[in-house]
């Protein structure tokens, strides 16, 4: 056996990081190092040949999906269930179809069961395999190749030995012994078990940063759109017209910081979120002039006259800095701060 490092012996998991939790579950079934460990037990692939995939095509999403690009190799889903019922099988069912519809390849379904089961559905659906005695499987040929199933107990004799643990064992075992220290792990001198603890000392820290990055753009958020709100029931009796222009900026604001979390969901990034672009609020110094109806038609005389000068496609960032250098202009273009926010409005005028 041996020595345990003293970083690993004195590291402790955060609260919000407890193993069998589903932030840190899905943290480390992303690890590269844990992909590899799963498949090469699973399908007896080499390191770096699967990859993580996003899941937020599914109506639900599972924990994580493992594809690789090799011809017919099976994807593999792979979900942390506190329990496990009729109710989730169903669940599992249907990522597998739509797994299937996506990738055309049936799928193979590994799930840790972290806290308890139904009993009639584990005596009577699911058996032990002949290769992993460890592992439960149950019949499902017609929606995935396999569906395997590890519990407390099926892995208990294994954990209990002196034997040192398969690794899907042991990322069973770490994920339902819920120990934030590996000192408090009933196999803490396993190497595995040792693995999954260096692989959250490599992201918790970080992730703990990362997730004060995003709770301050999300604070950042919601100060804008509380101040757009505002600035909306000021004008909305005296100047609706004005509301309303607010109202229009507050939605390209909000929408747009939407597609940005998105992008980071279809990814299946982990890194902080940018802070959101302010410019597309409408700005005070704006609020305190009024769109009069011979600034919308000099708003639209002056970039249909560019238009008939420059044929093709319209570079907005020219037209917005020639009305800029416009003398005539001058007065209308300092409602806009940048040429998105000019080009919309000349779409919403036309």
């Not at 299937?100 to 032990?128: C, G, H, M, Q, W």
């Not at 569906?147 to 209990?160: A, E, G, Q």
Request: net charge neutral; with cysteine.
């Amino acid at each position: 056996m041996t020595e345990i490092d003293t970083d690993l012996l004195e590291f402790k998991l955060p609260k919000h990081h407890k193993p069998g939790s589903d932030r840190l579950s899905r943290l480390l079934a992303l690890q590269p190092e844990f992909i590899d460990l799963v498949t090469a037990a699973l399908v007896d692939s080499t390191a770096g040949t699967y990859n993580a995939a996003p899941t937020n095509f599914l109506d639900k999403e599972c924990d994580a999906i493992y594809v690789t690009r090799l011809t017919n190799s099976p994807p593999i889903i792979l979900e942390f269930q506190a329990r496990v019922d009729m109710n989730f099988i169903h669940r599992a069912f249907s990522y597998c179809m739509e797994v299937y519809k996506k990738y055309n390849v049936l799928p193979i379904v590994l799930v840790i069961n972290t806290v308890e089961a139904d009993r009639f559905l584990l005596v009577n659906k699911f058996k032990s395999t002949e290769t992993w005695p460890y592992m439960l499987e149950m019949e499902c040929s017609v929606v995935a190749k396999r569906f395997y199933l590890l519990t407390r107990n099926s892995i208990k004799d294994l954990v209990d030995s002196d034997e040192p643990l398969t690794p899907l064992v042991a990322a069973a075992h770490f994920f339902i012994s819920r120990s934030p220290s590996i000192i408090g792990n009933s196999r803490w001198d396993d190497e595995n078990i040792r693995l999954m603890y260096r692989l959250c000392m490599k992201f918790a820290g970080q992730d703990g940063v990362q997730e004060v990055s995003r709770l301050d753009t999300l604070k950042r958020v919601c100060i804008d759109t509380h101040d757009q709100f505002e600035k909306i029931v000021k004008w909305a009796r005296l100047d609706p017209a004005k509301a309303a222009w607010y109202a229009l900026a507050g939605m390209e604001y909000t929408a747009k910081t939407a597609r940005q979390i998105d992008d980071l969901l279809s990814s299946g990034a982990i890194t902080p979120m940018g802070d959101p672009d302010t410019e597309d609020l409408v700005s005070d110094t704006l609020a305190r002039k009024s769109q009069k109806e011979t600034e919308k038609a000099a708003i639209l005389d002056f970039v249909e006259k560019l238009k008939t000068k420059h044929r093709g496609r319209m570079n907005w960032a020219a037209c917005f800095g020639a009305a800029a250098d416009e003398s005539s202009m001058a007065e209308v273009i300092a409602r806009y701060s940048n040429p998105d926010s000019f080009k919309r409005a000349y779409y919403r005028l036309k």
